[in-house]
């Protein structure tokens, strides 16, 4: 190998190994896209398996509206619940959206601000998705079987929301801990790339569940 090809390997491996720019993406944004393009085939595959089970399954499928339907004030809501977790997921998209902003205006505490309530709205998104949880096991539904219908309602129920619903509660921890440091000014010298890379990742987190509930709780 020639002095300059070796010159040039070893700038390259110097580049990607301090986390400088390479492909005039930063490291980290990179290697965000591709775990976000494997997530994207694990999903994917979720999806397409739950369609197939669907489709070819001979029992009664249960029905989303009576399933997950709430009683309040004498009143059954039928997606109810499903609604207003939706409704903060996507509103935590817009406040994740305007932490990017800030972060690239160097506001740092309203940046750090909106990045909490971020995690805020992704906290009370698991929290209801617990709620429903105990709610469909307490009626009977289990991975293995499910007492309004086909059986294979209750393992493509749990494995799909309880894969989406560990994402979550992954995304509200990474969250708190970024806005945090950039509360401290950690990146100050640096940066604020990393509040974008989050922001990558909470989106994608909204938009599979975008899919979920098309999918899953309308068909």
């Known amino acids: 190998m020639s002095e300059h090809t070796q010159g040039g390997m070893q700038s390259l491996v110097a580049d990607w190994s301090a986390d400088r720019v390479a492909f005039h993406v930063p490291w980290g944004k990179a290697m965000m896209w591709i775990f976000l393009l494997s997530d994207t085939f694990i999903f994917?595959?979720?999806?397409?398996g739950y369609m197939a089970v669907r489709i070819s399954t001979t029992a009664a499928w249960p029905n989303p509206s009576e399933v997950f339907a709430l009683t309040i004030g004498g009143h059954t809501l039928p997606l109810i619940l499903i609604a207003i977790m939706t409704f903060v997921l996507i509103t935590s998209s817009g406040t994740m959206a305007m932490a990017v902003?800030?972060?690239?205006?160097?506001?740092?505490?309203?940046?750090?601000?909106?990045m909490l309530a971020t995690a805020l709205f992704g906290a009370c998104f698991v929290g209801?998705?617990?709620f429903e949880w105990s709610k469909l096991i307490a009626e009977g539904v289990r991975p293995w079987g499910n007492p309004m219908g086909a059986a294979q309602f209750g393992s493509c129920f749990f494995m799909i929301t309880g894969f989406h619903g560990l994402h979550v509660t992954a995304g509200v921890?990474?969250?708190?801990?970024?806005?945090?440091?950039?509360?401290?000014?950690?990146y100050?010298?640096?940066g604020y790339d990393i509040v974008e890379i989050a922001g990558l990742y909470w989106h994608f987190v909204d938009l599979v569940w975008v899919f979920i509930f098309a999918l899953f709780y309308l068909w």
Do not use: H, W
């Open 128 to 130: 209801m998705q617990a």
């Open 44 to 48: 994917g595959s979720f999806l397409t």
């Open 101 to 114: 902003n800030y972060a690239y205006r160097r506001d740092r505490k309203m940046a750090a601000r909106l």
């Open 173 to 186: 921890i990474y969250l708190s801990i970024v806005a945090m440091r950039v509360l401290r000014g950690r």
């Open 188 to 190: 100050e010298q640096v």
